[in-house]
Each structure stands twice: as C-alpha cells, then as structure tokens.
C-alpha cells in the first residue's frame, strides 16, 4: 500500500485523507509493538535502553545465522516490524549460509559484538530470547528450540 501511495505522489496525485489515515495507523501500531517489546527487554537487561537495543540486534543476528531452513523466516514474521529491521541492518550473516554452532560460539559472538565478557553476553542473550519468546506463538518458539544443539538451547528454555 505504501508503494502504491508513493508512485501516485511521484506523479502529482495525492494520496487519499484514507490513504493518509491508514498510513498513520500501521506506523502508530508498529511503533507500539516495537516499543512494548523493547520496554519488555529493558527490565530484563536492567533498564538501558541503548543496550537493549544493541543487544536485541546482536543476539538475533547471531541466532539467525545459526537457524536453518525457513525457520529464520518465520521467526522474522512473528517479530515486530522494528525489530526486523534491526536484523535487516545485521551484515554479519547477509547472503552466508546459515551454520551449526554450539553454546560457546555463540556467547563469544555476542561477546565480541557487545564488547563485553561472556558471562554478560549470556545473560543478556537469555534476556533477549525470553523476550522474543514472549513475543511469538508457543509452536514457534518450540520450532527455533528444535533447531539448537542442547547447549544453546539452555539458554532458549526459560530459568525455573
């Protein structure tokens, strides 16, 4: 519908008050559900915005590079439009093939990224995936927990 929208302002014909009204719903929609995720992450990494950002970008970017198949898709799809976008910026894992990877690379990942030590990097993982988790069906959370080699996926699972 946008690109509808924009190549009719291209030509000189401006879009409809419904057109505009729509626009600015899906934009206001977006954004909440970004923010009630990222507000979601904070109290989990302690109430830093930046980081939780950062951290949100650096985690899923390196889950992604370790899902296979479509599941990265569908994974995608049930995040909120911000958050993909986010993940749109990662170039660390842009036309590789996905790789199998255990626990320790993965925290080493994030680690480096977040410039921080490995214990930090998990519990800032675990607090980026008990968010996502929050955000997305049950079956697909069970369907990226499938997809983990035991280790990691420790830090899928929820603490008792």
Same mark, same amino acid.
């Given at each position: 519908?946008?690109?509808?929208? *924009? &190549?009719? *302002? @291209?030509?000189?014909?401006?879009?409809?008050?419904? @057109?505009?009204?729509?626009?600015?719903?899906? @934009?206001?929609?977006?954004?909440? !559900?970004?923010? +009630?995720?990222?507000?979601?992450?904070?109290?989990? =990494?302690?109430?830093?915005?930046? $980081?939780?950002?950062?951290?949100?970008?650096? =985690? #899923?970017?390196? /889950?992604?590079?370790?899902?296979?198949? !479509? @599941?990265?898709?569908? /994974?995608?799809?049930?995040?909120?439009?911000?958050?993909?976008? #986010? %993940?749109?910026?990662?170039?660390?894992?842009?036309?590789?093939?996905?790789?199998? +990877?255990?626990?320790?690379?993965? %925290?080493?990942?994030?680690?480096?990224?977040?410039? !921080?030590?490995?214990?930090?990097? *998990?519990? #800032?993982?675990?607090?980026?995936?008990? !968010?996502?988790? &929050?955000?997305?069906?049950?079956?697909?959370?069970?369907?990226?927990?499938?997809? #983990?080699?035991?280790? $990691?996926?420790? /830090?899928?699972?929820? *603490?008792?």
């Amino acid at each position: 519908m946008a690109n509808e929208s *924009e &190549g009719r *302002e @291209e030509a000189g014909v401006r879009p409809s008050a419904t @057109e505009d009204l729509r626009a600015q719903r899906h @934009e206001s929609r977006t954004s909440r !559900t970004y923010e +009630f995720f990222l507000r979601d992450l904070e109290a989990r =990494v302690g109430g830093d915005r930046a $980081l939780a950002q950062r951290a949100a970008e650096s =985690v #899923l970017c390196t /889950l992604e590079q370790r899902l296979m198949g !479509t @599941e990265v898709k569908q /994974l995608e799809a049930q995040l909120p439009a911000k958050v993909r976008d #986010l %993940l749109k910026r990662c170039p660390r894992h842009e036309g590789l093939p996905p790789r199998k +990877f255990k626990l320790l690379e993965f %925290l080493q990942r994030v680690g480096e990224d977040l410039d !921080t030590t490995p214990n930090e990097a *998990e519990r #800032l993982s675990r607090a980026v995936f008990a !968010t996502v988790r &929050g955000h997305i069906s049950e079956g697909e959370a069970d369907d990226v927990m499938g997809q #983990l080699p035991a280790d $990691l996926r420790a /830090l899928w699972i929820p *603490e008792a």
